[in-house]
């Protein structure tokens, strides 16, 4: 692998920049995703929302050391897997302070399916072990499309970096993660026909005062939620999602986001987390070349139907 230096990451850019609309906020730039705070609230969090800068430091340290490798004491066995050499963690809490990204419901957690989602994942679960063909395995398996780019921007535990570029027409978010790219139309045009379907969606945005909102609609089906084995329970062509990019300061980007699909989930859901601005290039993201994991997988899949 790689890697490709963009041009952004060598180029200082202001706070502010003049497009058709008059003076923005610019979000051009490299921004960084990881961080030590969840998705979901852990259960011992329960009600608590916020933690105080000396409760986020500790959690941050207790994190730190969970993700030691290996944990002391412990003893190497098997082939293992990526180390934390190719790990990307992160080392800090949301600078919000919040001890989940989820937002709403005020557990922290997301909502549960609905009866004919969880029949779509109980039957997804149940055929984990019998893949067939490369088309059986998720899309990230298959190196077609990852939860990072999103619609919504969520970190993973490495490549967990956009470039953003910004003119007075458009936002284009590139994800490092297989290189996905997302173009948010700012020229008032509709969406698409509803015949027109993608992974990510179709995505227009308007300003309101210094906050970027950004309307996704038009997914298709089969990106399921997390990325999972292939199913499409959460993410599917009834999805519709509404994001929002403020600054936080000049090195913050605050993110937030909705998420509305009343055929996978009981509830409407809501996130926010917050990127930090890199000086970091961008890598190149090789997933379809030498994929050998996904023939190796199925082979291993076909060497267990053989044991006796």
């Known amino acids: 692998m790689l890697p490709l230096r963009l041009a952004a990451a060598l180029i200082a850019v202001p706070a502010i920049v003049v497009g058709q609309a008059g003076r923005r906020p610019n979000f051009d730039g490299i921004w960084n995703?990881?961080?030590t705070t969840p998705l979901e609230r852990p259960s011992q969090l329960k009600d608590k929302a916020f933690f105080t800068p000396q409760e986020a430091a500790e959690w941050d340290r207790e994190f730190a050391r969970r993700n030691e490798e290996p944990p002391p004491g412990a003893k190497q066995t098997g082939t293992g897997t990526y180390n934390t050499v190719y790990r990307e963690f992160g080392t800090r809490s949301v600078k919000t302070l919040r001890t989940s990204i989820i937002t709403d419901p005020p557990d922290g957690r997301i909502p549960a399916l609905t009866p004919v989602a969880a029949e779509v994942k109980r039957r997804r679960l149940e055929g984990l072990t019998k893949f067939e063909n490369p088309e059986d395995l998720g899309l990230q398996d298959q190196c077609l499309s990852f939860l990072t780019a999103g619609p919504p921007l969520l970190p993973y535990s490495y490549n967990s970096n956009y470039q953003i570029?910004?003119?007075g027409d458009a936002v284009l978010i590139h994800a490092e993660m297989i290189h996905d790219a997302r173009i948010i139309r700012l020229d008032g045009r509709a969406h698409a026909p509803?015949?027109?379907r993608?992974?990510?969606?179709?995505s227009i945005g308007h300003w309101e005062g210094e906050t970027l909102v950004v309307d996704t609609t038009n997914f298709n089906d089969?990106?399921?939620f997390y990325g999972d084995a292939g199913g499409n329970f959460g993410w599917d062509r009834n999805l519709h999602l509404v994001e929002r990019f403020s600054l936080l300061d000049a090195d913050t980007l605050l993110y937030r986001f909705e998420v509305d699909n009343p055929t996978a989930f009981t509830r409407p859901w809501k996130g926010e987390l917050t990127l930090a601005r890199s000086s970091e290039p961008i890598y190149e993201y090789a997933c379809?070349?030498?994929?050998?994991s996904l023939t190796n997988m199925l082979r291993g899949f076909r060497a267990a139907e053989r044991k006796p």
């Open 194 to 196: 509803s015949r027109i």
């Open 198 to 202: 993608s992974w990510l969606g179709d």
């Open 33 to 35: 995703s990881a961080t």
């Open 222 to 224: 089969g990106n399921g």
């Open 288 to 292: 379809h070349e030498g994929n050998y």
């Open 165 to 167: 570029v910004q003119t």
